[in-house]
């Protein structure tokens, strides 16, 4: 059902424990991500318009014209609050935003941390010191375990990329071959079958970081991972035995490019494809010609 209004900043805050505020300047914003108001969410539609007719209206009309001929407005100031934003000025501009179909809106931003305590703030901290890690900002896990147990990973894979190239590479380098060439394909392949995560993850990421877990494991077979896919998918349809699961074989590309040469692990050669395309993303990554 359709909310009424748009979130509560103050109801919100004050669910997440908020204990600090910190400004992060002006930066383009995602409209889809602005959820709330700070101060105004009962007196607005879920429009961002204020309810019931008023000089506001002849405004909205004024600011979706000015914003339809692509003049730049002065940003919107937003409270963030976990990876969702709430307005403090600008609900006519994000209400045009919104009927507009526009992507991003500058706006300046005060961060709202909450108190690191519970499930869900503990791993928008892990997920935070991730992302200054890693430089990764796509990834969504639903627990601070599962993000350390892909740091971990990643540090193993850009160990990796080094003995492999016979150079120093950075995490940050690393990662984003890895996102690329490891994880996406291998997210898909998750996402084809519908693998779930036993431990209770909500995300495909959920499900990756718990494969990477039982790979790890101690008792684990030399496995590479797609045979641990296979036997996720195994697994799964001897959990759940009325539901008809018929083997799927995992698609070739996926195969090709799941890493090599890890702890543990056979390392079969690989092809001098895989070498140029890993030295041509380096070199972009680094502006070489």
């Known amino acids: 059902m359709p909310r009424a209004h748009p979130l509560s900043y103050d109801a919100a805050a004050a669910r997440a424990g908020v204990t600090t505020r910190i400004p992060l300047g002006v930066m383009p914003i995602r409209v889809n991500r602005i959820v709330g108001s700070a101060g105004k969410a009962e007196k ?71 108190k690191r305590e519970g499930e869900a703030n503990l791993a928008y901290y892990a997920r935070k010191d991730f992302e200054k890690a890693t430089g990764l900002e796509e990834i969504r896990l639903t627990s601070a375990d599962a993000y350390e147990i892909l740091l971990r990973h990643l540090e193993g894979y850009r160990l990796y990329l080094e003995r492999s190239r016979g150079r120093d590479i950075s995490l940050r380098d690393a990662a984003r071959i890895w996102y690329r060439s490891q994880y996406m394909p291998t997210l898909r392949e998750i996402r084809r079958r519908k693998l779930p995560d036993f431990a209770g993850g909500r995300t495909a990421g959920d499900v990756y ?48 490019s ?32």
């Open 209 to 256: 970081t718990a494969i990477l877990k039982a790979w790890a494991a101690e008792d684990s077979p030399p496995l590479s991972l797609r045979e641990m896919l296979d036997y996720w998918d195994r697994s799964v349809s001897e959990s759940q035995p009325t539901v008809a699961r018929a083997r799927r074989k995992v698609a070739d590309i996926v195969d090709a």
């Open 44 to 114: 607005l539609g879920p429009d961002f318009l204020p309810l019931g007719p008023g000089p506001a209206q002849a405004g909205y009309r004024s600011i979706l014209r000015r914003m339809k001929a692509g003049e730049v407005l002065p940003p919107i100031s937003v409270y963030q609050l976990g990876y969702r934003y709430f307005v403090i000025d600008g609900h006519t501009r994000v209400a045009a935003a919104k009927e507009l179909g526009i992507e991003y809106l500058d706006a300046a931003v005060t961060e709202a941390l909450p």
């Open 258 to 289: 799941l890493p090599r040469g890890l702890a543990g692990i056979k390392d079969p050669a690989s092809s001098a494809t895989d070498d140029q395309d890993v030295e041509a993303e380096l070199a972009t990554l680094h502006g070489e010609s």
